[in-house]
């Protein structure tokens, strides 16, 4: 999984250079929301190896891509995602 968070033009940018890009494939958005801060403001990239299940939340959210999903379920599902990163380092 990967969060693109910036201004929404440099965002869609690099969103279709990932695209482009063979290394990627079957790339889908889960979720794009309009934020006034930046929830992984001092991460440049982030990865740790654990249980799919742990993620239970982020799970849920794919589940539900098509629908309207509350912001702030969003929000504190990343801030959780971010608190894993940083616990896992």
Not at 36 to 49: A, D, Q, V
Request: overall charge positive; glycine content about 4%.
């Amino acid at each position: 999984m990967q969060v693109l968070e910036g201004p929404e033009q440099e965002v869609l940018r690099k969103y279709v250079k990932i695209l482009d890009d063979p290394r990627h494939s079957g790339a889908q958005i889960l979720y794009i929301s309009p934020a006034t801060n930046r929830i992984f403001e001092k991460w440049s990239m982030g990865g740790i190896e654990s249980d799919p299940l742990q993620f239970q939340y982020i799970s849920k959210l794919r589940a539900r891509r098509l629908e309207a999903i509350d912001v702030n379920t969003f929000t504190d599902t990343m801030r959780e995602f971010a608190k894993r990163l940083r616990d896992a380092k």
